[in-house]
């Protein structure tokens, strides 16, 4: 079993930076894919970033390529979200996931998740 604790959330101007954290418990953690997901309000949640369990592989939905870079330290067992170059589009809640077996793009491939931080970029 894994839980997740996300961080870093808050109130940003467009072209502005944050920096996500999720914080795990579980040692099994260090062996899953992680990902982040978001969800806009009256949209579907969506894929956002993903991470092999070493680190050694990552993948990115098109619309933050370039401005957003996940990280994870399975040391501290931890997964980050760099976020710089901040859109309004980019607002939405922000969701760690974990337990997956491969850095997958869709919300089925993980098993646990955390209860979300609000991410909002306005002037």
């Known amino acids: 079993q894994v839980q997740l604790v996300e961080s870093g959330g808050g109130l940003v101007q467009p072209g502005g930076s944050l920096r996500l954290s999720c914080a795990a418990s579980?040692?099994?953690?260090?062996?899953?894919?992680a990902g982040w997901f978001r969800q806009a309000p009256g949209k579907e949640r969506e894929f956002v970033a993903a991470i092999s369990w070493n680190g050694g592989s990552t993948d990115y939905a098109d619309s933050v390529k370039g401005r957003f870079t996940i990280s994870r330290d399975n040391a501290k067992n931890t997964v980050n979200l760099q976020m710089n170059s901040l859109k309004p589009e980019d607002t939405a809640v922000y969701y760690c996931?974990?337990?997956?077996?491969?850095?997958?793009?869709?919300?089925?491939?993980?098993?646990?998740w955390g209860q979300g931080t609000q991410v909002t970029v306005s002037s």
């Open positions: 996931a974990s337990g997956g077996s491969y850095p997958g793009k869709t919300y089925s491939a993980y098993n646990y």
């Open positions: 579980g040692r099994t953690f260090r062996s899953y894919a």
